[in-house]
T-cell receptor
Framework: SQQGEEDPQALSIQEGENATMNCSYK?????LQWYRQNSGRGLVHLIL?????REKHSGRLRVTLDTSKKSSSLLITASRAADTASYFC???????????FGDGTTLTVKP | GAVVSQHPSWVICKSGTSVKIECRSL??????MFWYRQFPKQSLMLMAT?????????EQGVEKDKFLINHASLTLSTLTVTSAHPEDSSFYIC?????????????FGPGTRLTVT
């Protein structure tokens, strides 16, 4: 089964609103990464957060990590129609090891 | 710029033929690479771990004789889908870990869309 589970599975909001996606995982991790994928395209790396970090920011993106709850959240502020995509979290247990993906959240931002 | 490339980006083949997909790490060496498969509207599923100079490690349920992996150099891994069938149609993505800022970050290729007719 997938290491990561994300909720919600689908999220639809109006442009300008904030979007929050959550990811939970089961085992200890080395780091967690968030990716974006437009329909039919490859993955775009958004943010990497290490297990000893609690929060990271990048532009309109804010990622939090709570290792005690084994969960992470991705917040997109002031969303735009161009943010419409699927968002995945991926965890890694060892430094150079494989990434395990969550099921993803499909975000639709209506103009 | 891209640090992991894949070739081809898309391929259409007839049922029963074999297709080779290349994954290259650009300007860094990768003793390990990973191959994922993604079906429409689903997440990425790890298929196998490609190890330079040794046999690949396959995930449960992935047929090693059908999905041949060769990691012949520190910058190249290939995935060959043998005797392809329509159900093998999928998006195949490779990744390679690269040391950045003291820890490894996973870099993904742009993916290869395989359609088997």
């Amino acid at each position: 089964s997938q290491q990561g589970e994300e909720d919600p599975q689908a999220l639809s909001i109006q442009e300008g609103e904030n979007a929050t996606m959550n990811c939970s995982y089961k085992t200890s991790i080395n780091n967690l990464q968030w990716y974006r994928q437009n329909s039919g395209r490859g993955l775009v790396h958004l943010i990497l957060i290490r297990s000893n970090e609690r929060e990271k920011h990048s532009g309109r993106l804010r990622v939090t990590l709570d290792t005690s709850k084994k969960s992470s959240s991705l917040l997109i502020t002031a969303s735009r129609a161009a943010d419409t995509a699927s968002y995945f979290c991926a965890t890694r247990g060892t430094n150079a090891g494989k990434s395990t993906f969550g099921d993803g959240t499909t975000l639709t931002v209506k103009p | 710029g891209a640090v992991v490339s894949q070739h081809p980006s898309w391929v259409i083949c007839k049922s029963g033929t074999s297709v080779k997909i290349e994954c290259r790490s650009l300007d860094f060496q990768a003793t390990t690479m990973f191959w994922y498969r993604q079906f429409p509207k689903q997440s990425l599923m790890l298929m196998a771990t490609s190890n330079e100079g040794s046999k690949a490690t396959y995930e449960q349920g992935v047929e090693k004789d059908k999905f041949l992996i060769n990691h012949a150099s520190l910058t190249l891994s290939t995935l060959t889908v043998t005797s392809a069938h329509p159900e093998d149609s999928s998006f195949y993505i490779c990744s390679a870990p690269r040391l950045a800022g003291g820890s490894y970050e996973q870099y993904f290729g742009p993916g290869t869309r395989l359609t088997v007719t």
